[in-house]
């Protein structure tokens, strides 16, 4: 599983708070990644991180914010929640020394209510 | 506009049988293309790949064809098994620079009836 933990697994929450996904790693690699799932859009990236303090936009950006202070932790911000927000959330991470091949963590689902 | 597309979102195959699962791509400059494979409440996790050097690879039930004239590429499972009943995605690396971002399809949904 590549030492990929996500938390919290489930939280369900309120339009308009604010909430933080967090995804830990163990292995030190370089490369992480927040994606969400949704039903008949598959996996979308929303943003990435290719080093501490290093992050980029993706996909799916708006609406969220990402931090990376330390190596192994990958943080995901949603500033003030909305329903269209509820998700499947997956951190994932590049091995340092793989292709392309990603490896990802068990999710997060968040509901907003 | 969606540059990795898998247009089934279902298939169900009988146990024993091939499963077939198609993907099709409109950027030509994809070099390398992965499947996943993803179980109800997990993470997905990589299954196999392949070189758009080659146009075949294989591990155990699973090989994946590349027809690059096509853009289009396959997962056979042979013989399929209840235990292979998953969502399997479909994705390619984008050019951006050292980002490895993936590009996902939207995932078919295979149903392995014993």
């Known amino acids: 599983d590549a030492g990929i933990t996500q938390s919290p697994r489930h939280k369900v929450t309120e339009t308009g708070t604010p909430v933080t996904l967090r995804c830990h790693q163990t292995?030190?690699?370089?490369?992480m990644y927040w994606y969400r799932q949704d039903p008949g859009h598959g996996l979308r990236l929303i943003h990435y991180s290719y080093g501490v303090k290093d992050t980029d936009k993706g996909e799916v950006s708006d609406g969220y914010s990402v931090s990376r202070s330390k190596t192994e932790d990958f943080l995901l911000t949603l500033e003030s929640a909305t329903s269209s927000q509820t998700s499947v959330y997956f951190c994932?991470?590049?091995?340092?020394?793989?292709?392309?091949?990603?490896?990802f963590g068990p999710g997060t689902r968040l509901t907003v209510l | 506009d969606q540059q990795v597309k898998q247009n089934s979102p279902s298939l169900s195959v009988q146990e024993g049988r091939i499963s077939i699962l198609n993907c099709d791509y409109t950027n030509s400059m994809f070099d390398y293309f992965l499947w996943y494979k993803k179980y109800p409440a997990e993470g997905p996790t990589f299954l196999i790949s392949?070189?758009?050097?080659?146009d075949k690879n294989e591990d155990g039930r699973f090989t994946v064809f590349l027809n690059k004239s096509a853009k289009h590429l396959s997962l056979h499972i042979v013989p399929s098994q209840p235990g292979d009943s998953a969502v399997y995605f479909c994705?390619?690396?984008?050019?951006?620079?050292?980002?490895?971002?993936?590009?996902f399809g939207k995932g078919t949904k295979l149903s392995v009836i014993p």
């Open positions: 994705a390619a690396p984008n050019s951006g620079a050292g980002s490895y971002q993936l590009t």
């Open positions: 292995e030190n690699h370089r490369y």
């Open positions: 994932a991470i590049k091995v340092t020394s793989g292709n392309n091949e990603q490896f």
């Open positions: 392949i070189s758009s050097i080659k």
